[in-house]
């Protein structure tokens, strides 16, 4: 079955510290994409990034990075030296069946203190 | 380029009356479009995808219904609301060629 889990529900932190958010797929096919996207108390989704199943380079983005393992199907997402502006929730989304089918975690909900 | 925009952006409906959420895509053709509630909580529960004018794929039974009558338009209804179907509903676009994938800025119902 194709599922995405994000298996932490809430964190909290205090600005300046680093957090990782975790994310992990099961699909069976063989071509896929993984996305990030941020939700702020607003309701919009904001879109972070997207990594396709070939691609597992790392990437960074100011203080955001991102670290795709395909073998252990996990997409983690960490943000350095958190702000307060970073509070929202995180969904991790995985796109398959030849690009027809989007889901998504159910989401982590970072609060970032000051 | 390419935008996508929802109606109505807030929505208060009584139980067993009709729904019509719209979607519509500009700035790109044959998008795949997407229909997403977000309930209360945080889980985004995909409702139905499209890849082309009139295919429609439905993910869970339930009493909504989506349609596409044209290749950028994207339309939820319902003929009669439950409570149950109160929530955020996004629609969201993708495109073929680059795989990006954007959402519009919600629909929030509330059914009474």
């Known amino acids: 079955a194709q599922k995405v889990t994000q298996a932490q529900t809430e964190i909290s932190v205090v600005e300046k510290e680093d957090v990782t958010l975790d994310c992990v797929y099961e699909t069976r096919d063989t071509t896929y994409y993984l996305f990030w996207y941020k939700q702020p108390p607003s309701g919009e989704l904001v879109f972070l990034i997207r990594?396709?199943?070939?691609?597992?380079q790392n990437e960074i983005s100011g203080r955001y990075s991102w670290n795709f393992q395909k073998s252990t199907s996990s997409f983690n997402f960490t943000i350095t030296a958190s702000q307060v502006v970073d509070s929202a929730v995180y969904f991790c989304a995985l796109l398959y069946n030849q690009g027809g089918k989007l889901i998504f975690g159910q989401g982590t909900e970072l609060s970032v203190k000051p | 380029s390419q935008t996508i925009h929802q109606w109505p952006a807030t929505l208060v409906q009584p139980v067993g009356s009709p729904l019509s959420l719209e979607c519509t895509v500009e700035?790109?053709?044959?998008?795949?479009l997407y229909w997403y509630r977000q309930a209360a909580g945080r889980g985004l529960q995909l409702l139905f995808y499209s890849v082309g004018i009139g295919q429609i794929s439905s993910e869970v039974p339930q009493n909504l219904s989506a349609s596409r009558p044209q290749d950028r338009q994207f339309i939820l209804s319902s003929k009669k609301l439950l409570l149950s179907d109160s929530g955020f509903y996004l629609c969201?676009?993708?495109?073929?060629?680059?795989?990006?994938?954007?959402f519009g800025e919600g629909s929030r119902l509330t059914v009474l």
């Open positions: 990594r396709n199943s070939f691609d597992e």
């Open positions: 969201a676009w993708r495109s073929p060629n680059t795989g990006e994938l954007f």
């Open positions: 700035g790109t053709s044959n998008p795949n």
